[in-house]
T-cell receptor, first 111, second 115 residues
Framework: SQQGEEDPQALSIQEGENATMNCSYKTSINNLQWYRQNSGRGLVHLIL?????REKHSGRLRVTLDTSKKSSSLLITASRAADTASYFC???????????FGTGTRLKVLA | GAGVSQSPSNKVTEKGKDVELRCDPISGHTALYWYRQSLGQGLEFLIY????????KSGLPSDRFSAERTGGSVSTLTIQRTQQEDSAVYLC?????????????FGPGTRLTVL
């Protein structure tokens, strides 16, 4: 079964708005990663945050991690139509090399 | 190569037939992963390789599934006696090493349809 659960399952916003999606997981982790998937370009790694980090930025992306709540959030600022895709979190549990992916958030950015 | 490649891109087969899916990782990447993605779902971890060794096969759905990797490079995922529930996109990824900080680079996937 999938460990990660993304919330919301689907999100529709206007271009220029910010998009926030959340991920919850169940076990202790080494790191958490966010991926983007669209039909044209497959699955692409966005950002990795380690278990001892609380926040990380990459361009228009901001990721937070709260290990006490076993949750992470991905914020996309000033969204663009090209950001339309499904976004997945993936966790690497301590003591293993098995990445567990969440169910994904489908983001639609309207021009 | 420039990225992870997989073949075939699409495979349609009849129930009960065997299929082989191939993955060519990025040159120099020692770690390789197989995932399965059903329609509209997230990725289901199947197996990983460190070199030619697969230390953990617990993610394989049944004994009809097997995978091997030779020469520390190409990997083959074999599904015997395919069933309709095996229909999915099978994704392969590779990373430089098997470490907690290594990025996985994904291939385009093989879409398997079992009739």
């Amino acid at each position: 079964s999938q460990q990660g659960e993304e919330d919301p399952q689907a999100l529709s916003i206007q271009e220029g708005e910010n998009a926030t999606m959340n991920c919850s997981y169940k076990t202790s982790i080494n790191n958490l990663q966010w991926y983007r998937q669209n039909s044209g370009r497959g699955l692409v790694h966005l950002i990795l945050i380690r278990s001892n980090e609380r926040e990380k930025h990459s361009g228009r992306l901001r990721v937070t991690l709260d290990t006490s709540k076993k949750s992470s959030s991905l914020l996309i600022t000033a969204s663009r139509a090209a950001d339309t895709a499904s976004y997945f979190c993936a966790t690497l549990s301590s003591g293993t090399y098995k990445y567990i992916f969440g169910t994904g958030t489908r983001l639609k950015v309207l021009a | 190569g420039a990225g992870v490649s997989q073949s075939p891109s699409n495979k349609v087969t009849e129930k009960g037939k065997d299929v082989e899916l191939r993955c060519d990782p990025i040159s120099g990447h020692t770690a390789l992963y197989w995932y399965r993605q059903s329609l509209g779902q997230g990725l289901e971890f199947l197996i990983y390789f460190q070199g030619n060794s697969a230390p953990d096969k617990s993610g394989l759905p049944s004994d009809r599934f097997s995978a091997e990797r030779t020469g520390g490079s190409v990997s083959t995922l074999t599904i015997q006696r395919t069933q309709q529930e095996d229909s999915a996109v099978y994704l392969c990824a590779s990373s430089l090493a098997l470490g907690s900080a290594d990025t996985q680079y994904f291939g385009p996937g093989t879409r398997l349809t079992v009739l």
